[in-house]
C-alpha cells in the first residue's frame, strides 16, 4: 500500500516510521485515514478520520455525503425490512455519521448514546466501550419502545478496531429486546480475523444475522511492545515542549488535508499575509431554532423532526451566511462534542449557499498528542476547559487543527447546556479560538429536554414477615410485590441458554430452589460454626464504621436478598451495642437495570435520603456497585430528589470496590451457600414487564413450603450469639480501619477483565469472582470451570463439593487476588453442555 495521497505526504507517515504501525488493506485507506498519538492507557495510536468531520476540518459535503451513501448501500442490503429499522450510532464520534446513515436509509428514527445524564429520562441501556478514554455509554430515547421493536437495528460507528463495543451493545439490548436481524457500519473495519470470527461465532450463538457494512476494510499492523513505545514517544514530545509549541503555532502554518486528504494550504492561494489580530468579543448569531425540535438523536431523531429540520435549514443558515464578516473566505464550522450532526447540516446548507469555502469539525474529549508534521494527522491543538458541565466532573477538552488552518471566520454551535460562563471564559473555548482566528460567532442551539413523567400512584406499605418472609416483622420490611402465586421458576440449563442467547433476562425468570443434600447441609453447619466469630466480627466493624462515617441512625436499606441477612445483622449490632432500633427496608436492584426507582421513592417520601446506607453481602467486580451510583444519580436527576448516598455497606469487600467495608478477605459468608432457605425463604427478585408495571414494587416469592428446611433464624441467632466475645476486637479494627486509605482500587475489576481475556470468553459478566459469587453460579447458572486459589482451605470445602456435583472441573491457579473464580459457560446451549447441566470442557 502506498503511503501517499495525491502525491502528497500521508499523514499517517510519522507515526508509521516511528512505532512501526502499518496499515494493510483496500487501497482507499490512507484517503480516509491519517494517525496519530494519544495519551490513553489501553491503545497508544490513534486511526484519525479525514472525513468523519471531528478532528480533521473537511467541506460538510464530503462528511455527510460519507454516511449518507452508507445508508444507502444498508437500504439495499435490507430491502423491505429497511421501513421498520431503527439507527444507533455511538458517542461521540459517531454521532453525526450514525444521523446521516439514517438520512439515507430512509424515514427511520435515529438514537445515539450519550455520555451527558439528562434529568427525567429513564436509561434504556448502556455499555462499555473498551479502548475508550470514557466508557460509559448510556442509551436515552424519549420514547422507551424505541428500540423495543423486532425490526433491525442498524449500529454506526467511526471504525471497528475490535468490534468489542458492538458486542457489548448487541449483548446489552438483545437481552433487553431480542430481535433476528443487526447491521453494523462503519466508515472503516480494521478488525483482526480472530475479532471478525469472534462476531460471527457471536451472532451464531444469539440466533440472530449480523452484516457489516464499511467504505474501506484493512487491519493495523502493531509491533510487539507498540504501547510502551507509543508512551514513551508521547512523553518525549511532551516534556521537550513539542506538543505545546504545536497547540499554540501562528496561524500562518499549512492546514490540514482538503476534501479528499489532500494537504491545503494555510490560506486560499492569492491571499495577503495576515498580520496578528486583536481579540474581540465572538458574535451572536439567532438561528430561530424551530420550537421543540430536537438538537441530535440524544433522545430519539424521528422522520417527521427530519422534515421540520430540512424545511428550517434554509432560513437558518441564511442567518450565518449574514452574520459572516465582509469578505469571508475560509470559514469554519466547529460544532460541540457529541453535537455533531446539527452542526454539519447547517455547514453544509451554508456551503451550498455561499461563495466562500466551509470546513466543518468538532470538539472532542479525546486527548491527542499534537506534532507540526505534514506526516501526522494532529497538526495543531487547541485546549480548554469542559464547558457543559458533565458528569464525570471537570476536564480538559480539545480542538484539532484549528490553529494555523488559515481560517478567517469560526463558527461554534453549541447546545445551550453548553453555553456556560466556562464557555465565555478567559481560557474558555471562544478566547481559545479567538487568539488563532480573526472572527468568531457563537450559534446556540437549544438543547432538548423531554416532557417530564407522570407521578406515579400512591405506593403501598412494605410487606412483612411473617405474611411475608420467615423474619420476625421487625427484623425487615420488603419494598416488593408478592408473585408467590405466579409460576416463575426453569430449569437452570433452560435460564441459561435463553439468558446467553438473549431470549431473556435473568431477572425474569428464577431459578429451581436447590434442596441441598444432607451432606451438602452439614458442610453449610460446620462453616457456620467455624466463621461466626468472625461474622460477627465483620458485621460489627461495618456497622461501628456506619454509624461512625454515615449517620448516628442509618436507616438500613439491604439489596435483596443477599444483602438482606447483612442487613438484619448490622441492625442487631446497632442494638446491641448502642440501644438503637434501625428502621431495615429490603430493596430490588437488577443488574443492567438498575435499583427499584419506586422504592426509593417510598425511602425519600419517609426518611431522610441523606440517611439511607445501601447494604449488600460482599463486592465482586463491582458490577452492582456501578449500576448502584448510576440508577441513584438517574433518580435524583429524574425525581429532583438528592441526599441519596450510593456507597454500599459490605460485610467483605475482596474486589476493592467500596469505602465501607467488615473486611477485604475473600471468605465463606455461610449465608452464600444457601438460597432462600437462608435468606427468609425469599426468592431472588423479578422484573419482567407483564408483572411489574411502571409503578409497581419490583417481584419476588415467598417459599413457604420450604418453612422445614429454613435455617435463616438459626443462621442470625449463631452470629448474633457471638457479638459480646468480639466486641474487643472490633473496637481495635475500626480504630485502625478508620485511619487508613480506604479509596478503592477496583483491583477485582481489572482482574476480571484480565480472566476474561486470558479464557477467550470476552464477557465480564460470565466471570464471577470471590467465594460467595462462585457459590450462585454453581448454585443458579450453568457453570463451566472454577478457578480456585493455590493453597485455599476449607473455605472451599463446598465449592468443591457443589463442583463435583455438576461435573465442573476445580483448576488451581496461582496468581489469583480471590479465594476463587466461577467462570460461566460462555457458548452455553443445551446441545454443548449436557442436558443434565454437566459442564463439557470446550
Known amino acids: 500500500m502506498k503511503n501517499a495521497v495525491n502525491d502528497g505526504v500521508w499523514s499517517g507517515s510519522w507515526v508509521a516510521e516511528r512505532l512501526g504501525v502499518e496499515l494493510v488493506g483496500d487501497d482507499g485507506l490512507p484517503a480516509l485515514l491519517g494517525l496519530a498519538l494519544r495519551r490513553n492507557p489501553k491503545r497508544a495510536h490513534l486511526l484519525v478520520s479525514n472525513v468523519l468531520g471531528k478532528h480533521v476540518p473537511q467541506s460538510p459535503s464530503v462528511v455527510y455525503d460519507h454516511g449518507f451513501r452508507l445508508g444507502r448501500r444498508v437500504a439495499a442490503l435490507l430491502g423491505a425490512e429497511a421501513e421498520s429499522a431503527v439507527v444507533l450510532g455511538y458517542a461521540e464520534t459517531a454521532t453525526g455519521l450514525g444521523h446521516a446513515v439514517a438520512d439515507g436509509l430512509g424515514p427511520v428514527p435515529y438514537l445515539h448514546s450519550t455520555r451527558r445524564p439528562v434529568a427525567g429520562v429513564a436509561r434504556a441501556g448502556g455499555f462499555e466501550e473498551s479502548h475508550s478514554h470514557a466508557t460509559s455509554h448510556l442509551l436515552l430515547p424519549e420514547d422507551a419502545g424505541l428500540l423495543a421493536g423486532d425490526g433491525p437495528l442498524v449500529l454506526v460507528d467511526d471504525e471497528f478496531s475490535t468490534g468489542n463495543t458492538v458486542l457489548n451493545t448487541i449483548r446489552d439490548l438483545h437481552e433487553r429486546h431480542p430481535r433476528r436481524r443487526y447491521a453494523v457500519v462503519a466508515l472503516v473495519d480494521m478488525r483482526s480475523p480472530e475479532d471478525t470470527a469472534r462476531l460471527r461465532e457471536f451472532a451464531e450463538g444469539i440466533g440472530a444475522r449480523v452484516d457489516v457494512l464499511a467504505t474501506a476494510s484493512g487491519t493495523v499492523r502493531l509491533p510487539d511492545g507498540v504501547l510502551e513505545k507509543g508512551r514513551e514517544l508521547v512523553a518525549r514530545h511532551e516534556s521537550a515542549g513539542c506538543d505545546a509549541v504545536a497547540a499554540d503555532r501562528p496561524a500562518a502554518a499549512p492546514a490540514p488535508p482538503g476534501p479528499g486528504g489532500t494537504p491545503g494550504a494555510a490560506d486560499p492561494p492569492g491571499a495577503p499575509a495576515r498580520a496578528p489580530h486583536e481579540t474581540r468579543r465572538p458574535g451572536r448569531v439567532d438561528l430561530h431554532w424551530p420550537p421543540g425540535l430536537p438538537d441530535g438523536g440524544r433522545h430519539g431523531f424521528t422522520p417527521s423532526h427530519r422534515e421540520r429540520l430540512e424545511a428550517a435549514l434554509p432560513a437558518m443558515a441564511a442567518r450565518l451566511r449574514d452574520a459572516l464578516p465582509a469578505g469571508a473566505r475560509r470559514v469554519l464550522v466547529l460544532g460541540s ?175 429451581v430452589e436447590y434442596q441441598p443434600s444432607e451432606q451438602y447441609q452439614e458442610l453449610f453447619r460446620t462453616a457456620l460454626e467455624a466463621s461466626a466469630a468472625r461474622l460477627a466480627r465483620a458485621v460489627g466493624v461495618v456497622t461501628e464504621t456506619v454509624i461512625t462515617e454515615r449517620s448516628p441512625r442509618p436507616v438500613l436499606v439491604s439489596l435483596a436478598r443477599a444483602g438482606t441477612p447483612v442487613g438484619i445483622l448490622m441492625r442487631r449490632w446497632a442494638r446491641f451495642r448502642h440501644g438503637l432500633d434501625l428502621p431495615h427496608y429490603a430493596v430490588s436492584i437488577v443488574r443492567g437495570r438498575g435499583i427499584d426507582a419506586n422504592a426509593l421513592r417510598w425511602l425519600a417520601d419517609r426518611h431522610d435520603p441523606r440517611d439511607v446506607v445501601f447494604v449488600d453481602g460482599w463486592t465482586g467486580k463491582g458490577a452492582i456497585t456501578r449500576e448502584l451510583t448510576e440508577a441513584v444519580r438517574a433518580f435524583e436527576e429524574r425525581e429532583g430528589v438528592t441526599g441519596f448516598d450510593p456507597e454500599i455497606a459490605v460485610l467483605a469487600d475482596p474486589g476493592s470496590c467500596v469505602r465501607t467495608y467488615g473486611t477485604r478477605e475473600d471468605f465463606l459468608i455461610p449465608s452464600a451457600c444457601l438460597n432462600s432457605t437462608v435468606s427468609g425463604l425469599i426468592s431472588r427478585t423479578v422484573l419482567r414487564a407483564d408483572l411489574v408495571g411502571p409503578h409497581d414494587f419490583h417481584g419476588a416469592k415467598f417459599y413457604r413450603e420450604l418453612a422445614g428446611a429454613d435455617v435463616s433464624v438459626a443462621f442470625l441467632d449463631a452470629v448474633s450469639a457471638r457479638f459480646p466475645e468480639v466486641t474487643d476486637a472490633v473496637d481495635g479494627a475500626v480504630k485502625e480501619l478508620l485511619a487508613e486509605d480506604r479509596t478503592p482500587t477496583w483491583a477485582g475489576w481489572r482482574a476480571v477483565e484480565r480472566i476474561s481475556e486470558e479464557y477467550g470468553i470476552h464477557d465480564v459478566n460470565l466471570v464471577k469472582p470471590g467465594v460467595g459469587e462462585t457459590t450462585r453460579v454453581l448454585l443458579r447458572r450453568v457453570p463451566w470451570k472454577i478457578l480456585a486459589r493455590a493453597g485455599a482451605g476449607a473455605d472451599l470445602d463446598h465449592v468443591r463439593l457443589l463442583a463435583e456435583q455438576r461435573g465442573v472441573p476445580v483448576e488451581e491457579v496461582g496468581e489469583l487476588p480471590y479465594t476463587c473464580v466461577g467462570l460461566i459457560h460462555p457458548r452455553y446451549t443445551r446441545g454443548a453442555t449436557g442436558a443434565d447441566g454437566k459442564a463439557v470442557n470446550v
Do not use: C, K
Not at 435 to 446: K, Q, S
Open 337 to 511: 462534542e457529541e453535537l455533531m450532526y446539527a452542526p454539519l447540516r447547517l455547514a453544509r446548507e451554508l456551503e451550498l449557499s455561499t461563495d466562500a469555502e466551509v470546513r466543518f469539525s468538532t470538539t472532542t474529549r479525546s486527548p491527542v498528542l499534537a506534532v507540526d508534521d505534514p506526516g501526522y494527522a494532529i497538526r495543531t491543538r487547541l485546549v480548554f476547559p469542559a464547558h457543559d458541565d458533565p458528569a464525570d466532573g471537570p476536564g480538559e477538552r480539545y480542538a484539532y487543527n484549528v490553529a494555523g488552518g488559515g481560517f478567517d471566520t469560526v463558527v461554534a454551535v453549541v447546545d445551550s447546556v453548553a453555553d456556560t460562563p466556562a464557555l465565555h471564559a478567559a481560557d474558555g473555548l471562544l478566547a481559545r479560538l479567538a487568539a488563532h482566528v480573526p472572527h468568531v460567532l457563537l450559534a446556540v442551539v437549544p438543547s432538548y429536554v423531554p416532557p417530564a413523567p407522570e407521578r406515579p400512584a400512591m405506593l403501598p406499605e412494605p410487606l412483612r414477615g411473617p405474611a411475608f418472609s420467615s423474619y420476625a416483622p421487625e427484623e425487615v420490611g420488603w419494598l416488593l410485590q408478592d408473585l408467590s402465586d405466579v409460576t416463575l421458576e426453569a430449569p437452570t440449563e433452560e435460564r441459561e441458554e435463553a439468558i446467553q442467547s438473549g431470549g431473556a433476562h435473568y431477572a425474569e425468570s428464577l431459578p
